[in-house]
C-alpha cells in the first residue's frame, strides 16, 4: 500500500543530505565538545564551525548562537532569558493561537505574578495589529507571537508587528 504523509506542517522527513551530514557524529565524533580532550575538542571545531555557518546565514554575530535540543526549551530560553534581563517589567504579550510550548509559559508567568495579556485572532485565524498596540505598556517586556500558524497557515505581519 502507498502512504502519502500530509502532516509535514507538524514533522517532516530529514533532508537526505542532512542525514548524511549528522551521520559520522553519531558513530564516529561522539566526544563531548565540551571536554579538554582531543575526541571531544574536534567536536567542539565542527559545532564552531555550524555556529559559523548560521550566524553568516541570519547576518547575526556567532556569539548570539545557542544552540538548543529542542523547541520547547528555545521558546523558554528566549521569553525567560529575555524576562530576566527587564526584571522591572512585568507583563508579558502572547496571541491565544501559540503552540502549547508557549501558552505554558503565559500559564507559569500568570502564576508568577507576571500581567499576562492573551491576543484574541479573528474568525480566519488574523490579529489585529491594533490590539497589539493598545496593549502594549511601558510594563511590556516581551511580546511573544509566531510568525506562521502550524494549524491554520496564516502568517503574521511579523515585520509591522515589531513596528507596533
Ligand atoms: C513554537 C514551537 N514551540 C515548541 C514546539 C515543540 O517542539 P519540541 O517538541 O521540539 O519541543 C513547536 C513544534 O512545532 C513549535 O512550533
Not at 548562537?65 to 512585568?90: H, M, P, Q, W
Not at 511601558?138 to 509566531?146: E, H, K, W
Request: some cysteine; overall charge negative; proline content about 3%.
Amino acid at each position: 500500500m502507498k502512504t502519502v504523509y500530509v502532516d509535514n506542517n507538524a514533522t517532516t522527513m530529514v533532508a537526505p543530505e542532512v542525514k548524511e551530514a549528522i551521520l559520522p557524529y553519531f558513530s564516529e565524533f561522539y566526544g563531548n565538545p565540551s571536554s579538554m580532550h582531543f575526541f571531544g575538542g574536534q567536536v567542539q571545531k565542527k559545532v564552531n564551525e555550524a555556529r559559523d555557518k548560521v550566524a553568516d546565514l541570519l547576518g547575526a554575530d556567532p556569539t548570539e548562537i545557542v544552540f538548543t535540543s529542542c523547541g520547547t526549551e528555545s521558546d523558554n530560553a528566549a521569553i525567560l532569558g529575555t524576562l530576566d534581563s527587564y526584571l522591572d517589567k512585568r507583563h508579558f504579550i502572547t496571541s491565544r493561537v501559540e503552540h502549547a510550548a508557549v501558552n505554558n509559559v503565559a500559564s507559569y508567568l500568570g502564576r508568577k505574578g507576571y500581567r499576562v495579556t492573551e491576543l484574541l485572532v479573528d474568525r480566519k485565524g488574523r490579529l489585529d495589529l491594533d490590539d497589539l498596540r493598545e496593549a502594549i505598556t511601558d510594563q511590556t517586556a516581551v511580546v511573544s507571537i509566531m510568525y506562521a500558524n502550524n494549524e491554520t497557515g496564516v502568517i503574521f505581519p511579523s515585520k509591522k508587528l515589531v513596528r507596533s
